[in-house]
């Protein structure tokens, strides 16, 4: 199988449609991650940030050479100066402080922040329903376009008032919730058992690089143009993107046009049976304790996301004094190791899984066990009080451990729930989302007129509880099998007359190899081992 044959040239199908989720999942970070930097930055000479002493009494004097330092080093036509009370001037040509027109107190900035969660919970279960019933192509194209629009209209939003904005950001939220879920309900009939971590790994590589982007970008365009700018150009980075997911994707291998036929064999003679067809089992899935396992841990994992995706610009504003360009650059580093560990970690799992004699569910609760190292470092990140460098490492760190995560713990929804991964998901994202709004809010509570490293203490403490109670929960229940409401009994009955004869099974293996040798990409095909 020559490489001219795919669309993509030199790369399989089956990864292209990888790299696409991917770029689905960057849009998404790009627009949820951006929104807390512009905060910051819509913000930055309100009152409450100019009452705040205790910016000036813990970690203020301590900061501000080496945040002085890091810009006039690293651009002399955008560096900026402090003067003594704190306030932030620019010394480029451009004035957008007239931008800079909200007084928003902690809690007010923790529900705008949180907005975009409250309508994200609400639609998961839909998006794994439509996803079954429409296919995710045209869900996740519709996603695309919508979030694009409504981020073009966030800047007016804005200057309309504080509950137009509000809303605009809910109903952001809403569209694209149906994203993880309809990437699941796709993945479960394009990834191969021995490949789904690295292609798991693959695409959600796009969260790390979406919030790199939305942080590094955001505070740039910022610094340069004002917050509003950021918003009209990922709107229309989004729209573009659609245009080239609607002419690529498609909803699996079978009407894919110009798959080759080795390929698409390959696939699904390897893939577990699917419930394509059968009705969706509500009250046996909610009613599962299997399936509940899966939620809580993935509700242990995203609080320290959120925590870092949410609240971590606030922290470095608000506790370790780095003004809005520093803060973009610094806030997005953490996810630059979250990418590397994510990419490493998928390929030494699945070579663990294969060439191991260890069992899968013993295999995914080892990976979960970096929940406790996230949790050290968390509270490593409120004991070195004003030290920026080891608070930036530390959570560098964090990110490692939580890498693992992807590859090491997400699999397991396809592999407990089959062709109903992407409902089943729906539901733990729903759950897991809710966290999106309690964590800001939780955060603004605690530190409300109370900017102090002590306060963050607490945040910090209450999160690493809470990723060590998902360690926890992973090694007393965790269950990668099947579950028997998963399960078609009609194909299970007849799973070994379908079965391919072992020797066709391995000319199939050959042939794809064969096909592969042009190929860029380092793939390595294996026999299934269920």
Not at 246 to 270: Q, W
Request: with cysteine; aromatic share 12%.
């Amino acid at each position: 199988m020559a490489c001219t044959k795919r669309v993509t040239g030199c790369i399989s199908t089956r990864y292209c449609l990888a790299f696409l989720l991917m770029g689905v999942i960057i849009h998404v970070f790009t627009l949820r991650s951006n929104f807390s930097i512009i905060v910051v930055a819509m913000v930055k000479h309100s009152a409450n940030n100019d009452v705040n002493s205790s910016r000036e009494n813990e970690c203020y004097n301590v900061n501000m050479t080496q945040n002085f330092q890091y810009f006039t080093h690293e651009n002399s036509t955008a560096f900026k100066l402090e003067n003594v009370t704190g306030e932030l001037w620019q010394a480029n040509s451009t004035d957008h402080t007239s931008q800079d027109q909200f007084s928003w107190d902690p809690i007010t900035q923790g529900r705008i922040i949180g907005a975009y969660s409250y309508g994200h919970v609400f639609s998961q279960v839909m998006g794994g329903f439509l996803e079954a019933r429409f296919g995710g192509k045209k869900v996740l194209g519709l996603s695309i376009l919508l979030s694009s629009v409504l981020t073009l209209l966030t800047p007016a939003a804005a200057v309309a008032g504080e509950w137009w904005l509000f809303a605009v950001r809910v109903v952001v939220g809403f569209v694209q919730g149906v994203t993880f879920p309809s990437m699941f309900g796709i993945l479960s009939r394009w990834a191969p058992p021995l490949e789904r971590g690295r292609i798991f790994t693959i695409v959600h590589i796009g969260e790390a690089f979406g919030v790199f982007m939305g942080f590094t970008l955001t505070a740039r365009l910022i610094t340069q143009f004002g917050w509003a700018v950021t918003l009209y150009i990922t709107g229309v980075a989004g729209l573009a993107f659609c245009c080239i997911w609607c002419l690529l994707a498609f909803d699996s291998p079978s009407v894919h046009p110009r798959i080759s036929d080795v390929e698409r064999k390959y696939i699904e003679s390897n893939l577990e049976k699917t419930t394509k067809g059968r009705e969706i089992p509500w009250f046996k899935m909610l009613s599962s304790p299997h399936l509940w396992v899966l939620i809580y841990i993935h509700c242990a994992d995203c609080w320290g996301f959120f925590m870092m995706l949410t609240c971590l610009p606030l922290y470095m504003d608000t506790i370790l004094n780095f003004d809005l360009d520093a803060n973009g650059a610094l806030s997005a580093m953490p996810y630059l190791t979250l990418m590397a560990s994510r990419i490493l970690s998928g390929f030494i799992i699945d070579a663990i899984i294969k060439l191991s004699s260890f069992k899968k569910v013993n295999i995914r609760k080892t990976a979960i066990l970096a929940l406790v190292g996230v949790a050290a470092c968390l509270v490593a990140v409120g004991h070195v009080r004003c030290d920026s460098t080891a608070a930036i490492a530390m959570l560098c760190l964090a990110t490692v451990m939580s890498g693992v995560m992807v590859p090491g713990f997400y699999p397991s929804y396809t592999e407990l729930t089959l062709g109903f991964s992407g409902v089943a998901f729906g539901i733990s994202n729903s759950v897991a989302n809710c966290l999106g709004f309690i964590v800001p809010l939780m955060v603004g509570i605690i530190t409300d007129e109370n900017q102090t490293v002590a306060a963050w203490q607490k945040v910090f403490y209450v999160s690493a509880a809470i990723s060590v109670s998902g360690s926890v929960m992973a090694l007393a229940f965790l269950r990668t099998d099947p579950v028997s409401w998963a399960q078609d009994p009609d194909e299970a009955q007849n799973s070994n007359e379908d079965k391919l004869p072992q020797p066709a099974r391995d000319k199939l293996i050959r042939d794809f190899n064969d096909g592969e040798e042009e190929s860029s990409w380092p793939v390595l095909v294996f026999e299934t081992a269920v």
